[in-house]
Structure formats: structure tokens, C-alpha cells
């Protein structure tokens, strides 16, 4: 869900402390939660993957000052994360994860990563990281995740009235034309490209979207490689009606599941990757189906708010000191 991504890093994200044996200030604390301190190292160590997508993806000329803000933004939620740890180890009834558990999501991991558990520990090895390390993190995250669950997502109702409200107030969203929602990867032919040059713009898509099959964030691939007008939202070009879109587009979008991802579609200007994301409009989804969706999404509403005031809370009677 959005309010767990917002709380919590990627799986992989790990944290490690460096302490110096000379006498040289080699480090230094960045912030005080409670009890714990944040190094500087295990701050950029958490923090090195966001400063390699920015590198890869900003080409706007403030990059350090997107990089700064971006670093203290990270550290909140570092921060945030912390009294989560915190607060499920202190609870009433403290929150344990078991080594089948966290034995279970790393195998998650390496299906969809499609790798088997030697060459992972083998990439780990590369990055200086090891197999305890991620056992680590996973059960760290599930901890989090299960006392959110707990302390916000239970307390959540979602009223009869309140699905038939919204949807009165936004009956256009599912009612009316046939549109969906898209995210798009365009690889555009070089001016004058031949036979070959054109196979080789298609070789790449094809690749990409391999990457992206294979656990690759699609958002992230956009950022990097799309010629598109929405590279830099990931893609997401919102909404789209019939009649707007290419032919050769539109045969492939209104015809794909929501959730799944296209074959490269050519064209004449270039290769597109395609997913979509949801579909609206000409009767496509009965009641039933656009009263969950209408649930979820005021479910979603409340947990962003509910989570807000919780860790508001939790903020509030805890020792906090950010010295970045």
C-alpha cells in the first residue's frame, strides 16, 4: 500500500556501521532517536541507491540542491522508521518475526528476481553486504510493517455511505468514454533510421522489457531510457480516451489486463513499452467491482491521515536530535 511504500525502503536497502581504529575522526553522529544514534556512514549507506538514481536520472542544472533535499527528506523518514522499530519492541505485546518468515520473503525475493540463492549471496558479496545483512533488514521491515498494520490499518471503517458518496461525486470517473490509465516507455527512431537501425531500437525495448519482468521498477526504467513527454514522472502519461492515442497504441491498451505489461509496440516514429494501470468509462467494470475500488481508495485516504497522526504522536514524546 502507498502509506507502507512511504514508510519503508526498498528491501534491499541496508544498513551497516563503520567505526575508524586510529584516533582520526573518521564519522560522526547525524542524529539522536531516543536512546539510538544515526552515523554519518550508516546514513549514506542507507542513502547511496536514492544519490545513484539521481545521478542517473536529474539533469536539471540544482542538482545538489534536489540531492539536499532529497537527503534530509530521506532522513525523516530514516528517523521515523527508527520509532517504528521502537515503538513494536515497547508495545503491550511486542511484535516477533520468525527465521521461516524471514526465510520465506527472501525467497519472495529471489523468484522474482528469477536468481538462486548462490549467485545472490555471490552480488551481495560484490556490494561488500551479506546474506545476514538482508535476513536482517527483512525481518526488520516485516516488524514495521505487522505494528502498522496493527496500530493503524485495523482501526480503519470505510462506511456504506461514504462509497456512495464518492462515487455521486465522481460518477464520471466510472461512467462515460472508455479510457485507461498508462504508464509508457518510448524509444524514438533516429531521423532517417534504416531496416537495420530501426531492429536495433526494437532490440532494445525488448530488453528493457525483460529487465522490467524480471523485478526492475518500471518507473525507474522510464526515468532512465524513455524519449516520452513523461520520462520524468516514470512514465505515466494518466488517463487516456479512445481516439487519442496511436492506432497502433490503442489496439494493444484497450485490449491489455490492468497489471500487465505489452510486447514493444512499433510505430512509426518509435517503439513503446506499455502498461496499464486501470480502466474506466463504457460500462468496463461492474458495481461490485467499482465499490472496492471506491473502498479502497477512502481506505487509503484514512490510512495516509491515520499514520500522519500516529506517527505525529509517536514523534512528540520521543527524544529527537538531527544534527545533518
Known amino acids: 500500500m502507498k502509506f507502507i511504500k512511504k514508510i519503508i525502503p526498498s528491501l534491499l536497502i541496508l544498513v551497516f556501521l563503520s567505526v575508524g581504529v586510529s584516533a582520526e575522526v573518521v564519522d560522526r553522529i547525524v542524529a539522536v532517536v531516543n536512546e539510538e544514534i544515526v552515523t554519518l556512514s550508516e546514513f549514506n549507506a542507507a542513502f547511496e ?16 540542491k534536489v540531492m539536499e533535499q532529497n537527503k534530509r527528506m530521506f532522513l525523516m523518514r530514516y528517523v521515523d522508521n527508527m520509532l517504528i522499530e521502537q515503538e513494536a519492541k515497547k508495545s503491550y505485546a511486542p511484535i516477533t518475526v520468525k527465521d521461516e518468515e524471514v526465510m520465506s520473503a527472501l525467497m519472495d525475493i529471489l523468484s522474482k528476481r528469477q536468481t538462486n540463492m548462490d549467485d545472490f549471496v555471490r552480488g551481495l558479496a560484490k556490494e561488500g553486504k551479506t546474506l545476514e545483512m538482508v535476513k536482517k533488514e527483512i525481518r526488520s521491515q516485516m516488524v514495521r510493517m505487522r505494528l502498522l498494520r496493527r496500530e493503524v490499518q485495523s482501526n480503519i471503517i470505510v462506511s456504506d455511505e461514504e462509497i456512495g458518496e464518492y462515487y455521486n461525486q465522481h460518477r464520471e470517473d466510472y461512467e462515460g468514454k472508455e479510457a485507461v490509465h498508462i504508464k509508457e516507455i518510448f524509444l524514438k527512431y533516429p531521423t532517417k533510421a534504416n531496416k537495420a537501425v530501426r531492429a536495433q531500437v526494437k532490440n532494445e525495448a525488448y530488453n528493457l522489457r525483460k529487465r522490467i519482468e524480471k523485478g526492475e521498477p518500471f518507473e525507474l526504467i522510464a526515468a532512465k531510457y524513455s524519449q516520452g513527454a513523461a520520462a520524468a514522472q516514470g512514465g505515466d502519461i494518466g488517463f487516456v480516451e479512445r481516439g487519442v492515442v496511436l492506432p497502433e497504441l490503442e489496439s494493444v491498451i484497450f485490449n491489455l489486463s490492468v497489471g500487465k505489461l505489452s510486447a514493444p ?4 516514429s518509435g ?6 494501470l486501470d480502466k474506466r468509462g463504457a460500462g468496463l467494470k461492474p458495481f461490485d467491482v467499482v465499490r472496492q475500488e471506491i473502498k479502497a ?28
Open 49 to 64: 541507491p536514492y544519490v545513484r538514481h539521481i545521478e542517473e536520472s536529474y539533469k536539471g542544472p540544482d542538482k545538489e
Open 265 to 268: 509496440i512499433e510505430t512509426d
Open 271 to 276: 517503439v513503446y513499452i506499455v502498461v496499464v
Open 297 to 324: 481508495k477512502l481506505e487509503e485516504e484514512k490510512l495516509e491521515k491515520k499514520y500522519d497522526d500516529w506517527i505525529s504522536s509517536i514523534r512528540k514524546k520521543s527524544y529527537i536530535d538531527i544534527r545533518l
